[in-house]
Every structure is written in C-alpha cells, then in structure tokens.
C-alpha cells in the first residue's frame, strides 16, 4: 500500500450492534409481516428516523408523524419509548476484531455513527464497549449525518485524521461512496469473512 493504515475507523449499527425496529414492530403487528413492512415503509420511515441522527429532536419528530398520522398515534411514540429493544445485542464476532486491534496498539480506533443525540447516552449504557474507541463523532450532537462529506471533515479535524492512512467501515455503500470522494479507505461490510478479506487486503494486523 502507497500509505501504511494507521487510523481505523468504525460504523456502529450495522457492523458492531444489531439495530432493526422490526425487532419491536414483528411483535405489534403478531408477525405479520406485512402489515410490519408496511408500517416501517409509510408511517415510522427509515427516512424520518434518519432526521433524528440528523439533530431533529425526538419531540418534534413524534409531533410530526402524529399530525400526519393520528390513527397511528400508539405505535408512532412506541418508536423511541421501546427504541432500546431494537437491538438484538452486539455483533460478537466483529466486536472481538475491534477489541483485538484495539490490543495492537497499533492503530487509532474511531467511531463514525448516525445516532440521535438523545439516545447516545443510553447507547454507551447499553453497549459500554462505545467507551473504548479512541474517539467517536455522534451524527446527532453534530447536526449532521453520513453520508453527508462535513461529518467525516469534522471527524478528520477533530482527531487530526490522515484520510489516505485511515480505513472506514460501514454497512451502507453509500457512505462508503461518500468517504472515498474524501480519499477515505472504505470497506463495504457485507460479513465477518469479507471484511478479514478487506482487512488483510490493507495489511491489517491483529
């Protein structure tokens, strides 16, 4: 490689926690799928949830898709009041790559996560290995989101980040689109063997 990787940095949802409201909603709707998908596709959107990592308040959100839905007025607020059992738990496998190039002392290890700001601290509750990054830039607290470029220059500047020494992994390819448009390193997770391949791919150690 033309610049050794001394800087890694991580998505959360996605690639270290398991985050899906379906995890919620397969239970309001008794596993009818279909009624579930049709829900999460035209009332509660991944859209209109993305607007919250974005730094829209959770209030205000909720405010908004009662007006435009009343009918749904019970399972529009369940979406953040049962928001922590979205998650099936940690990602096991890549979480113990994460400790284990952590252990290297090889590497600086960031955190690049669309997150509302209003949930980040029952986050770092639920999942206290957040704690152990050497950094982590909160789409919420910044009021903007991938794969928007100014949150990676924001993550660049503050912890002084080389974007030719430095590898991005994340779930959604468009963010990956967006890092590379920066010189970023990106590796599209897809599972735990392609991304060992990407990794020994850079010359990775752990």
């Avoid at 960031?110 to 957040?130: H, Q, R």
């Amino acid at each position: 490689m033309k610049n050794k990787i001394n800087t890694i940095i991580f998505d959360l949802g996605g690639v270290l926690v398991d985050w899906n409201p379906k995890y919620v909603y397969r239970k309001v709707f008794n596993d009818d799928e279909e009624k579930m998908q049709w829900f999460l596709n035209t009332v509660c959107t991944s859209d209109w949830n993305m607007q919250q990592d974005e730094g829209r308040t959770i209030e205000e959100a909720v405010n908004l898709k009662i007006a435009e839905f009343p009918k749904y007025e019970e399972w529009i607020r369940l979406y953040y009041k049962e928001w922590h059992r979205m998650f099936s738990g940690s990602i096991n496998e890549n979480v113990t790559l994460f400790k284990k190039l952590k252990a290297t002392n090889s590497y600086k290890i960031y955190a690049l996560t669309n997150w509302s700001a209003e949930k980040w601290e029952l986050a770092l509750e639920l999942f206290p290995f957040f704690n152990e990054f050497d950094g982590i830039v909160v789409s919420g607290q910044e009021k903007t989101r991938k794969p928007h470029l100014k949150i990676y220059k924001t993550l660049f500047n503050r912890y002084h980040i080389i974007p030719e020494k430095a590898i991005f992994i994340d779930d959604n390819k468009e963010n990956i689109i967006a890092a590379k448009q920066l010189n970023l390193n990106g590796i599209h997770y897809t599972n735990y063997a392609q991304l060992l391949q990407r990794l020994e791919f850079y010359k990775i150690i752990f």
